[in-house]
């Protein structure tokens, strides 16, 4: 299924610790790795570059078939080979619980089902974005491989003698039924270096990285429709949670392009604020109250470093340094240029201030209060939306061409305002700007209710200074509280945007020019907020028939990426999408609420 070398973005599974996330394809090679932290440089990049990127390879010598699946409701990968002679099962995890906070460690146990089968291994470590000179040293059952501050120890059992050559080592080997061989990479930062682990504490940590899983994902408390989708979502998205400090990750790679050759290429490895309220939301119906509170606490730190201004995105530790350069790299099926950093961050997009406001909102009517810093910078920024809502920002898509008047973003500082108030009401924030925030709010929904709708279209429409395009981004007015359920207006704009934006369960964000080549796939969280304000609206077996197509949009193995080509099913764009997964358990928890 390769093209030039590059497995197709649907044919990827992610596996995870909580530190970092690796991408296995079907084809049984780990083609992405940053490490030891998911902001980290890459360790394999294939990905991104099939000749220099890097990778570790695990497949059977010749022709096979390959199934997989998630073992249970876990993030432990099994792919079975199937070839003429027999049958084999790999199964791969990045475990979690390791003592050293310094390095990841990858196994992959391999067993045999039936038959004999030969199978052939390839680890390829190219350090620093293959930019680092690899040293290789190693004896009969391990190999240590060293570049740019990082370093890799390799140990097989069962696996073949190690052939060490230029900057990769490899084996061949046999299974029959009934044998097994085992395989580890620690992957970290060399000072100290990686300690060797024995065979049998490869397999316990193995173990009980499967129990783990298996008792997270059994705590949670979703029972409602689509109940396999919701728990494979949140176990996508804990895999997105940076442990340490609670952020959630928008996806796990960069640069994986929305348009197949084009220059739509960005680095995801951040937490984006646009995320916040859907994501607490999320966290708090699937009874992950540590994970939602972490991720306030992450919040409420990283806002208060630039308060009361705030970025749109900050990296996983919470610093707002996301400085973007470009990398040497040929990219993923010549898609280019491939970046690290994202300079979107300093971009004002005013709807960030809602999303923040939304997020406090959501988190007190939880029942969780509100630490006294966040208190007075609750209030700062709703002064703040009072004196800048006027001005034309980029939009929540972070476009690149000069700003606009865009709707979503002062339906977010509509939201800022009225949740500001209610949060004061309730002495929840100081209070003292109270009428400000009531008089410039209603002056907020005055501009958008006569600015930015269309009666000709009979729609809200993409900005005040595009009266004839439309954005998916106008239905999160249903979901996130600025239009009542009820709205005729936003009834109206649900059926226009599905009209003109969608094609069966695809739906665009936008069909407007914004000054980049090519045009991008259907985004697919819009497929899951259609559903959401199906819901809301009371729609429910309209909004049960466009979720469950949605849902089959993903890939074999329940994961999403940011978007989709509707003429292929090819997924475009950095996976697996964070504001993908948050919305599909938001349109599922939204259905089960209205149900």
Not at 572 to 593: E, I, K, M, S
Request: proline share 4%.
């Amino acid at each position: 299924m390769r093209v030039g070398g590059y497995a197709p973005i649907e044919d990827y599974a992610a596996i995870g610790d909580g530190r970092t996330i690796a991408l296995v394809a079907r084809d049984g090679s780990v083609d992405w790795l940053p490490a030891p932290e998911l902001s980290s440089p890459s360790v394999f990049a294939a990905i991104l570059d099939a000749e220099r990127g890097g990778r570790f390879a695990l497949a059977p010598v010749g022709l096979f078939d390959a199934e997989r699946r998630y073992r249970g409701d876990t993030n432990v990968l099994e792919t079975t080979f199937t070839t003429s002679s027999g049958v084999v099962r790999v199964a791969d995890a990045l475990v979690l619980g390791e003592a050293s906070e310094r390095h990841r460690r990858l196994v992959r146990r391999v067993e045999g089902l039936a038959g004999e089968v030969a199978l052939e291994w390839q680890i390829d470590p190219r350090f620093d974005f293959s930019r680092a000179d690899v040293e290789l040293s190693g004896d009969e059952t391990s190999t240590r491989a060293r570049g740019g501050g990082v370093e890799l120890l390799a140990q097989t059992w069962n696996a073949g003698k190690p052939a060490r050559r230029a900057e990769c080592v490899s084996g061949r080997f046999s299974l029959a039924l009934g044998e097994s061989a085992d395989l580890v990479a620690a992957v970290g930062l060399d000072d100290p270096p990686a300690n060797p682990t024995t065979r049998d504490d490869a397999a316990r940590t193995f173990d009980d990285t499967h129990a783990a899983w298996e008792s997270w994902s059994g705590e949670l408390a979703y029972e409602g429709p689509f109940r396999e989708a919701v728990v494979r979502s949140a176990l996508a998205l804990k895999l997105l949670v940076h442990e340490p400090a609670g952020s959630i990750a928008a996806a796990a790679t960069t640069s994986l392009p929305e348009v197949i050759g084009g220059i739509r290429n960005w680095d995801y490895r951040y937490s984006w604020i646009r995320d916040a309220s859907l994501a607490l939301d999320a966290l708090l119906e699937l009874g992950c109250v540590d994970e939602a509170s972490r991720f306030f606490t992450w919040l409420e730190s990283s806002c208060h470093d630039t308060a009361p201004e705030l970025q749109i995105l900050y990296t996983l530790d919470g610093s707002g340094d996301t400085d973007e350069a470009e990398l040497d790299l040929t990219g993923h099926r010549g898609s280019r240029p491939v970046r690290t950093g994202n300079n979107a961050a300093t971009q004002l997009q005013l709807g960030v201030y809602g999303d923040v406001l939304q997020t406090a909102w959501l988190y007190g009517r939880r029942g969780h209060a509100l630490g006294e810093q966040m208190r007075g910078l609750l209030a700062q920024i709703a002064d703040l939306v009072c004196e800048i809502w006027r001005r034309p920002d980029r939009g929540i898509w972070e476009v690149r061409h000069d700003p606009r008047q865009f709707t979503h973003s002062k339906m977010m500082c509509a939201i800022a305002l009225d949740r500001a108030c209610d949060l004061a009401e309730r002495d929840e924030i100081p209070g003292g700007g109270i009428d400000r925030w009531r008089r410039e709010g209603a002056a907020v929904r005055s501009f958008v209710e006569t600015s930015c709708w269309s009666d000709d279209h009979a729609s809200y429409v993409r900005s005040a200074d595009e009266p004839d395009d439309l954005d998916a981004s106008l239905l999160l007015s249903g979901i996130l509280g600025y239009s009542a359920p009820g709205d005729e207006r936003l009834a109206a704009t649900l059926a226009i945007v599905r009209r003109d934006l969608g094609e069966g369960p695809y739906v665009y964000r936008y069909h407007t020019e914004d000054s980049l080549a090519g045009r991008e796939g259907a985004f697919l969280a819009c497929s899951f907020w259609v559903a959401t304000v199906l819901a809301r609206m009371g729609r429910l077996d309209a909004a049960a028939e466009a979720l469950e197509a949605a849902l089959g949009l993903g890939n074999d193995v329940g994961l999403f990426s940011e978007e989709i080509d509707p003429s292929s099913g090819a997924f475009l764009g950095n996976f697996p999408q964070a504001f993908t997964h948050l919305a599909l358990v938001n349109a599922a928890v939204t259905l089960a609420r209205r149900a």
